[in-house]
């Protein structure tokens, strides 16, 4: 049993986090009397990384909105946070608490075995998949990845393209495969014999690692990088934008970063994920086990904001979105697949940073 002590400190270091990060909207009471609350725990990216914390976040923010219930946020600023924000959240009685990113998976493994009670998701990971008490929410990041390596093999110029990836998991490579696999297809159809540089800048939240593995990746010649790689990936854009070269974003549209740089982005509809499942607690439906979301139902897709991409290019890459929508086009999600595809040597990684 926690003391209530470190219960009540955690609860003040909430308050405070909150009131540091601007969140001055989500402890408004206005449209927050209802009794559902639902919390959110971001990973090291922080509810501002521009991508996938900040699309869940959005996606909290347009349920409170819309269905009544309270959100909050605690934002993780190294690995130990994780499980101390995890139990602020269970100590203040929230109704889902849930979890950006697989890196909080070994502390919610923990947390739920602690309080078989209490509701928890977490986006991107399924190895809780038997956790009765935990729904894991997936998406098939290696269809829009797919899409926006098209685009990027029918865009150069060089003929040599750029990918900054956050961390090296076999989760996060499926960003990769799709990327490569993407491009080497559109190089089938135009002639282009495309070289792909991969970095694995070893972090989420470390601009200064994407910023350097995007300049070297200039340095050889690539004039679009793709990033998967959250606030990371918000250094790579920079880099892009200095050399003025294109630029793909990530999880959510990510063109008002940059929008002379960004050519276009893949993105991850964590906001339309976490807004399904707080309407599941509303209705007192959520289930647990595995929920995934693909290019089928708007779970991932390229984004909208298309002013960057040449228009015959742009028709293509649509022509390429409905032969996946038709599965006409299998995006390889393995090593495997994509070897065998693909063959050996076409997605090599290079490490920026050593763990």
């Not at 909208?304 to 040449?310: A, G, L």
Request: glycine letters at 10%; aromatic letters at 6%; one cysteine or more.
């Amino acid at each position: 049993m926690k003391k209530r002590v470190v219960s009540l400190l955690l609860a003040c270091a909430m308050t405070i986090s909150l009131a540091a990060c601007g969140a001055k909207s989500s402890n408004k009471t206005t449209k927050s009397e209802g009794k559902i609350k639902i919390g959110m725990v971001t990973d090291v990216g922080g509810v501002n990384d521009g991508s996938f914390n900040q699309s869940a976040w959005e996606g909290l923010q347009k349920a409170k909105k819309d269905l009544g219930i309270k959100v909050d946020y605690l934002e993780s600023k190294n690995d130990a946070d994780y499980q101390p924000n995890i139990e602020t959240f269970i100590d203040g009685d929230y109704d889902m608490i849930i979890c950006i990113g697989y890196a909080l998976a070994d502390a919610l493994k923990k947390e739920a075995a602690a309080n078989p009670d209490q509701k928890f998701a977490i986006v991107d990971d399924s190895s809780l998949k038997d956790e009765k008490n935990v729904t894991s929410l997936m998406f098939e990041a290696g269809q829009s990845s797919y899409l926006v390596g098209y685009t990027a093999g029918l865009t150069t110029k060089t003929n040599n393209i750029g990918f900054v990836l956050g961390m090296s998991t076999a989760m996060m490579h499926e960003f990769g495969y799709g990327y490569v696999a993407g491009a080497l297809d559109a190089g089938k159809e135009t002639g282009k014999d495309i070289t792909v540089q991969a970095v694995n800048a070893n972090s989420f939240g470390d601009t200064a690692a994407g910023k350097s593995a995007a300049n070297a990746m200039i340095t050889k010649g690539a004039d679009i990088i793709f990033h998967a790689a959250g606030a990371t990936g918000l250094g790579a854009i920079d880099a892009c934008k200095e050399a003025g070269i294109w630029a793909i974003g990530v999880d959510s549209d990510q063109s008002k970063v940059a929008p002379k740089t960004i050519l276009t982005s893949a993105m991850k509809r964590v906001d339309n994920a976490v807004y399904s499942l707080c309407q599941q607690v509303v209705d007192n439906k959520v289930k647990s086990g595995v929920e995934t979301f693909d290019i089928t139902d708007g779970g991932v897709d390229i984004a909208p904001t298309t002013d960057n991409i040449d228009p015959e290019v742009l028709k293509k890459v649509q022509a390429k979105k409905q032969e996946l929508i038709d599965g006409k086009v299998t995006v390889p999600k393995t090593e495997k697949e994509f070897v065998k595809a693909y063959g050996e040597g076409k997605y090599t990684l290079n490490q920026e940073k050593s763990k």
